[in-house]
């Protein structure tokens, strides 16, 4: 995984994609104790001159060079099946841009998603084991901001999903009704 956020790093360095976060289950380990998942989110930001047909087409190419290659809907960097996502939504973005540099290994940094905004992006995908994470998240990180996520709920309109989420994990659920 070390060689492979290094190739992120580069992308980032040599102006291929803007900016990247780790999302989904790799993110949430930064979080969580240990589980076994299968591939590497990651959402990108890419330059306003790539094409809205194809925005990963100088990614894709770019890593290709360096010869990685397709294996289904992922492309394999240094071993590790990677998923591009692009930032389509205003809460993407938003925590795109709030992410966090954790050191990974002993000489590489990764730009993480906060959990905040994984618990809000488990919602907004509205997935059976989006809302699994964010019961887990909800559970077991003990420094999780619950103002912050109830702010992120009603500002990207996620109360529906909430609902949702509420009938499903009513006791996990509970956590957001106490006062930080």
């Known amino acids: 995984m070390e060689a492979t956020l290094r190739v992120l790093n580069e992308l980032v360095d040599s102006g291929i994609i803007e900016r990247y976060a780790i999302g989904g289950a790799i993110a949430a380990l930064y979080y969580l104790e240990p589980f076994l998942t299968e591939d590497l989110d990651v959402f990108c930001l890419v330059p306003e001159s790539a094409s809205p ?46 992410a966090v540099d954790r050191p990974y290994g002993q000489s590489v940094k990764a730009r993480v998603l906060r959990p905040e905004h994984l618990l809000a992006i488990g919602l907004q995908t509205g997935r059976d084991k989006d809302y699994a994470r964010v019961a887990t998240l909800l559970s077991q990180v003990e420094d999780i ?21 509420r009938r499903r994990y009513e006791d996990t659920a509970k956590i957001l009704d106490e006062v930080p």
């Not at 100088?58 to 990677?82: K, M, S």
């Not at 109830?150 to 999903?161: Q, V």
């Open 145 to 165: 901001n619950l103002t912050e996520i109830r702010d992120l709920i009603a500002r990207h309109g996620l109360a529906e999903r909430l609902a949702i989420f």
């Open 53 to 98: 047909l194809a925005p990963f087409a100088a990614v894709y190419d770019a890593l290709r060079a360096q010869g990685h290659d397709f294996e289904g809907e992922h492309i394999v960097v240094e071993g590790v099946p990677v998923q591009l996502l692009p930032t389509t939504t205003a809460l993407e973005l938003e925590a795109l841009e709030a």
